[in-house]
C-alpha cells in the first residue's frame, strides 16, 4: 500500500509539467488527496487538493496556473501546471487521507498512519529555472 508521484523534472519558467500521484495497493475513490511542496529552508505547504466528492481547494500561488483532478481509473490524481515561476521549484508530495479525516501538511516521505488512512509519497523534485 503506497502513493507514488510522478512526472517531475526540470522546466524553464513559463513551461509545463504534469505530476501523476498513483495508489498501488488501495484506490482513491473515497480518500481526500492533496499535493504538497517543501523549497528548501522553507516549511512544506499544501498546494492544491481535491475531496472525495470533487470539492477541489488551491492555494493562492496556484490559482489560475495549476488544476487538480482524478483520473476515472479512481486510482490516479494529477496536478497539471502551467506558467512555471521560480519559486515553484520544491519537492512535491501527494498525500491522501480518508475522507472522514483532514489532510495535515507534514511533507514527510513515505509517513503512514492507519488511524486516519493516511498516507505519503516518496515525493518528486520539480525544478523552474
Known amino acids: 500500500v503506497q502513493l507514488v508521484e510522478s512526472g517531475g523534472g526540470s522546466v524553464q519558467a513559463g513551461g509545463s509539467l504534469r505530476l501523476s500521484c498513483t495508489a498501488s495497493?488501495?484506490?482513491?475513490?473515497?480518500?481526500?488527496v492533496g499535493w504538497f511542496r517543501q523549497a528548501p529552508g522553507k516549511e512544506c505547504e499544501l498546494v492544491s487538493s481535491?475531496?472525495?466528492?470533487?470539492?477541489?481547494v488551491y492555494s493562492d500561488s496556484a490559482k489560475g496556473r495549476f488544476a487538480i483532478s482524478r483520473d476515472s481509473n479512481k486510482k490516479t490524481v494529477f496536478l497539471q501546471m502551467n506558467s512555471l515561476k521560480p519559486e515553484d521549484t520544491a519537492v512535491y508530495y501527494c498525500?491522501?487521507?480518508?475522507?472522514?479525516?483532514?489532510?495535515?501538511?507534514?511533507?514527510?516521505?513515505?509517513?503512514?498512519?492507519?488511524?486516519?488512512?493516511?498516507?505519503w509519497g516518496q515525493g518528486t523534485q520539480v525544478t523552474v529555472s
Open positions: 498525500a491522501s487521507v480518508g475522507s472522514r479525516f483532514r489532510l495535515v501538511s507534514r511533507c514527510s516521505r513515505g509517513y503512514k498512519d492507519s488511524r486516519f488512512l493516511e498516507r
Open positions: 495497493g488501495f484506490t482513491l475513490e473515497r480518500d481526500d
Open positions: 481535491i475531496e472525495s466528492d470533487g470539492t477541489t
